[in-house]
């Protein structure tokens, strides 16, 4: 029997803060973490999770630290991976039951985790920390740390990601954004016009861009050796061939840094908004994921 309380999940708190919660689909399913990426917010899930809810799947879509309005805190600092993986640590804390016999928690006392974008990485760092919490990984566009970093000099990936060096620069990418260009970037990369406008209107209008570009201006306190960590649950790492940020040299490599099941989808076709774009076969990789796991 599950341990997990039924009751509706609308808010985690951790250090103070805040973070909101979309808690959907029956109460008696296993639960699935949904992590949005940049920038985007937890709305991104918004037709994904209703053909989880359909195969017996709850979903608890998170609008993390920065994004969450009662959880926007100051200094880059604030925005570490490990901070950010501690935030979903505590929400996966609140699913669970507790540990059986010796402390070793059974599958039904885990977590389905997925990510996608900035939320992969996160999820990636929970898998390697928490792997008493995580049940399965379901990874969106980017691939675990250790194969992103060493792809940056071996492939095209370090020319796809100027733009994380051009958001270290203090009011840049703010600057960028009020000027519009900052929207003009998102479509030359993919986003439709209906996603540019949720973007204007949940990141900009809302004040969550200052926390959003955080994540990336915290990238220099990165714990490296937590980002060398072998993932030892079951993963499947999704990319789609019309990705403007991540080539597939990263993609290739993720394998390596699986000690457990694993494969890889790739989505042809379809640009680095998988969740948005692309929700039927974003919700199979993660139902197929669940299943076997």
């Keep these: 029997m599950s341990t997990r309380h039924p009751d509706r999940v609308t808010e985690v708190h951790r250090d103070g803060l805040v973070l909101d919660v979309i808690d959907e689909g029956p109460l008696d399913g296993d639960p699935v973490v949904l992590l949005h990426g940049f920038p985007e917010r937890a709305t991104c899930w918004r037709s994904v999770a209703p053909l989880l809810h359909a195969q017996g799947l709850r979903t608890f879509a998170l609008d993390q630290r920065g994004y969450s309005p009662r959880a926007r805190p100051r200094g880059r600092r604030a925005y570490r991976v490990a901070e950010l993986s501690a935030d979903v640590a505590a929400l996966l804390d609140l699913l669970v039951g507790e540990p059986g016999p010796g402390g070793v928690r059974g599958q039904e006392s885990k977590v389905h985790v997925v990510g996608h ?123 789609s061939d019309g990705d403007s940020f991540i080539d597939r040299g990263a993609v290739e490599r993720c394998g390596r840094h699986v000690d457990a099941p694993y494969r890889l989808v790739v989505m042809p076709g379809v640009t680095h908004w998988i969740p948005t774009q692309a929700p039927e076969p974003a919700a199979a990789a993660i139902l197929a994921r669940a299943e076997a796991s």
């Design 117 to 239: 974008d900035w939320g992969a990485i996160v999820a990636w760092h929970v898998a390697t920390t928490r792997p008493d919490l995580v049940r399965s990984l379901t990874a969106f566009s980017v691939p675990h740390p250790a194969a992103f970093v060493s792809s940056l000099v071996s492939s095209r990936q370090g020319l796809r990601s100027w733009y994380v060096g051009a958001f270290q620069l203090p009011g840049g990418a703010e600057w960028l954004a009020g000027r519009g260009t900052f929207e003009r970037l998102l479509r030359r990369g993919g986003m439709s016009a209906d996603e540019v406008a949720r973007f204007r209107r949940e990141i900009l209008d809302d004040g969550a861009l200052p926390g959003g570009l955080a994540w990336y201006r915290a990238l220099p306190w990165t714990d490296r050796e937590a980002a060398r960590q072998q993932v030892t649950v079951p993963t499947t790492m999704v990319w």
